[in-house]
């Protein structure tokens, strides 16, 4: 099984700024997904994070709004930028162990 | 294009009665996973279903693999208060340890 720690929980961000969100796993891991859940939807993937290269995105999601890193295998960072009130959301970091697969608890974003 | 569909969408049922969520598929996927999502919580896994025929129960959930009909159900049996959430399916899909996710059962169950 893999644990997974998100931060920050919860925040409300102004139009315009930026808020990255980090994720912590306690094994390592090769891939890391990045999802989004807007209110009362089902999750929408925005892209694969593995360690050593780039993010791969979901049709709909490009670089420069979600830039992500991936430091090492336990850790990755999604960047939501420019943030819109359509951003607004529940951001969940995921990984995959055989087959399982694991959300962390979530990262609600609510933007004014 | 790879879908998955769940019904109902929303199901509101009372205390004790029995009732079945489906969920089709439209990949050659063998392997299917249910979920449960509390309001304002994460996903948390309640079953891998890995291969044509699997059944899987725990307390008065039941879920069940049909790959050659690309159906999965989750059978609930005299259903309690507790089981009131969201429960998404979702398959492999094309792509390396990609899901493909159903829209999700809103249930609600009245004592």
């Known amino acids: 099984s893999a644990v997974i720690s998100q931060k920050p929980s919860r925040d409300i961000c102004q139009r315009g700024t930026s808020l990255t969100i980090q994720c912590q796993v306690d094994?390592?891991?090769?891939?890391m997904f990045w999802y989004r859940q807007q209110p009362g939807q089902s999750l929408t993937l925005i892209a694969t994070?593995?360690?050593?290269?780039?993010?791969?995105?979901e049709s709909g999601f490009v670089i420069d709004k979600f830039p992500i890193s991936r430091p090492n295998l336990t850790f990755s960072t999604l960047t939501v930028s420019n943030m819109s009130p359509e951003d607004s959301s529940i951001y969940l970091c995921?990984?995959?162990?055989?087959?399982?697969?694991?959300f962390g608890p979530g990262t609600r974003l609510t933007v004014t | 294009e790879l879908k998955v569909e769940q019904n109902p969408l929303f199901l509101s049922m009372q205390e004790g009665k029995n009732y079945t969520i489906y969920c089709n598929y439209s990949?050659?996927?063998?392997?299917l996973y249910w979920y449960r999502q509390d309001p304002g919580k994460s996903l948390e896994s309640l079953f891998v279903l890995l291969s044509n025929g699997a059944v899987k129960q725990e307390g008065r959930l039941m879920a069940s693999l049909d790959t050659k009909a690309r159906l999965s159900t989750l059978h609930i049996t005299a259903a309690v208060h507790d089981l009131s959430a969201t429960y998404f399916c979702?398959?492999?899909?094309?792509?390396?340890?990609?899901?493909?996710w159903g829209a999700g059962t809103k249930l609600i169950i009245k004592p």
């Open positions: 994070a593995n360690q050593g290269s780039e993010a791969t995105y």
């Open positions: 979702a398959v492999d899909g094309d792509s390396n340890y990609q899901l493909i």
């Open positions: 995921s990984v995959r162990a055989i087959y399982e697969q694991y």
């Open positions: 990949t050659t996927s063998d392997r």
């Open positions: 094994s390592q891991v090769t891939m």
